[in-house]
């Protein structure tokens, strides 16, 4: 049976906030995640001394649900999702949501909402997105001692439009996350600290920022959002920059396995210095939102680094990436292994 889809414009959906009619929500209480369940108010109401608002304890995830060409929908390996938020709660000092809780959540949030998950072909996707706060009130700075856990959905489209069309960044003079800091995990408060950053890039013309390893500011660390990855000179090797202050991608970590299994190529888990970019023929951005934002461009202080035909067009490698990694999501490519989720 046909499924039923909301009346929406799939092509033009863009990448907003657009609520649906079910999230989930679950509470932490007196030491102990309470039974959550699904609800249909998109508002939270919280007290006004909140350990969120004051002191900024908050993680967050991000994933998609898909329509496959055989019109299954499916989650892409959710279960590194979960466990990347265990390792996030754990740093902030947070209780831990369950993995099994976190998978039996997400089918139940993604099958609630089956009308809004954009239909095979439209290029869209309907976006994930778990998070959990600190819902309890303090005001000495210490953890709360309750949380909240929603997880919400918004069908979405590409999230750079034009597809993978090669885009520009620049090398940024600021730090997104500190040595020994919170850079590997996957905090609302990263982001508070890079929207500074972000705006100058903006506001030069750039997608994104390429920040450097704040020790040093000789490597190469990641994007706002997305970590980087290099193709050597003979088009034979993925280069991945490799530093405890990146967040581990699990586009990133998708792409190293299909690089090396499905494709062939070398793959190095290393530090990548910026003094090396020119030596390599293509770059490219990987998450969940934009899977690879080729890049044909980085601009270090006013010198320009091309790869490969530039902003024309993206390399062959990147090409071949981003059609086998959006192909095993799609169901178009056979999946290695336990990646696919199957939700419906
Ligand atoms: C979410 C995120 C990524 C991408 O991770 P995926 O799991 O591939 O979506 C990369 N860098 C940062 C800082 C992120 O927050």
Known sequence: MARELKDLDWKHIGFQYRPCDWRYVAQYKEGAWQEGGLSADPNVTINECAGILHYCQECFEGLKAYE????????FRPDLNAERMMDSAEYLCMPKFPKEQ??????????ANLAYVPPYGSGASLYVRPYMFASGPVIGVKPSDEY???????????????GAK????????????????????????????????????????????MFPDPMERKYVE????ANFYFISGDGKTFVTPKSDSILPSVTRRSLEYVAEHMLGLK?????????ELPEFSECGMCGTAAVISPVGVVNDHGKDIVFGKGLAEAGPVTKKLLDTLTGIQLGTVEAPEGWIFKIA
């Open 102 to 111: 976190f998978l039996s959540a997400l089918r139940e949030t993604v099958q």
């Open 267 to 275: 793959v190095e888990e290393r530090r990548v210095a910026l003094s």
């Open 166 to 209: 090669p885009v520009s960044v620049m090398v940024s003079d600021y730090d997104r996350a500190a040595p020994h800091g919170t850079g590997h995990i996957k905090a609302g408060l990263n982001y508070a600290m890079s929207m500074h950053a972000h705006e100058i890039a903006a506001k030069g013309g750039y997608a994104d920022n």
């Open 222 to 225: 990641e994007a706002g959002g």
């Open 68 to 75: 496959t060409v055989k019109g299954d929908i499916v989650c």
């Open 148 to 162: 909240t856990f929603r997880i919400i959905v918004m069908p979405v489209g590409p999230y750079y439009t034009g």
